[in-house]
């Protein structure tokens, strides 16, 4: 696999296993979820090493979104819990909406980013069953874990705006992070959707008992 290919791994790895445990973890979860950016910045890091400029660039930015929402959800959250009068529109507004967004936006970015930092060769096939076991689950991951981290963000829409972007672009371009990335976003879409028939919108997991 080439650099790129793995930090796309390594992130999945990352998000798969920080953005779920802190939901299962209790008030230890606070603690647990301050190591989450410094993980997702290393892989992130590690995969653009000697990237071009453009996928350095847009990972930087995006990096600094993620890092940046991360940490307002992180605070607005742990002041939530906090009994703290008068404070629960602005808690809900840092945390239910800003920082999930921009948070999971830079997540998006990066996965932009790897995409462009993994250069097209020829002889790989870009097709989804072209990726290898390693990558397919990888994806796999990744779509699951934007599907239950953007509903339980209520950002959900991102993901819906950043599907179809993924899918024409790897239709147009070769790599093997960019079908990986189109085939994460479509299964974190195909989720949602799955998702909103069956309950009838979009709920939080934690309105129907699920947290």
Do not use: C, K
């Amino acid at each position: 696999m080439s650099r790129a290919e793995r930090g796309f791994v390594a992130l999945a790895v990352a998000v798969g296993v920080f953005h779920h445990v802190s939901a299962f973890t209790g008030d230890a979860g606070t603690w647990i979820d301050l190591a989450t950016p410094f993980f997702v910045a290393a892989a992130a890091v590690y995969g653009l090493r000697g990237a071009p400029r453009t996928a350095i660039v847009v990972g930087t930015g995006a990096l600094v979104l993620y890092i940046d929402g991360h940490g307002i959800h992180l605070a607005a959250n742990a002041i939530g819990h906090e009994d703290v009068g008068g404070a629960e529109h602005t808690v809900d507004f840092w945390d239910e909406h800003w920082g999930h967004a921009e948070w999971h936006l830079g997540w998006l970015g990066l996965l932009a980013a790897l995409s462009l930092a993994d250069l097209p060769h020829p002889q790989r096939n870009r097709a989804l069953f072209g990726l290898g076991a390693t990558l397919i689950a990888a994806a796999a991951v990744t779509g699951w874990t934007l599907f239950t981290s953007t509903v339980e963000g209520q950002d959900w829409w991102l993901v819906l705006g950043a599907a179809p972007l993924f899918v024409v672009w790897s239709a147009v371009r070769s790599g093997r992070v960019l079908a990986a990335s189109a085939a994460a976003t479509l299964l974190a879409a195909a989720l949602i959707g799955i998702w909103a028939a069956w309950q009838g919108g979009v709920p939080q997991f934690s309105e129907v008992g699920w947290l």
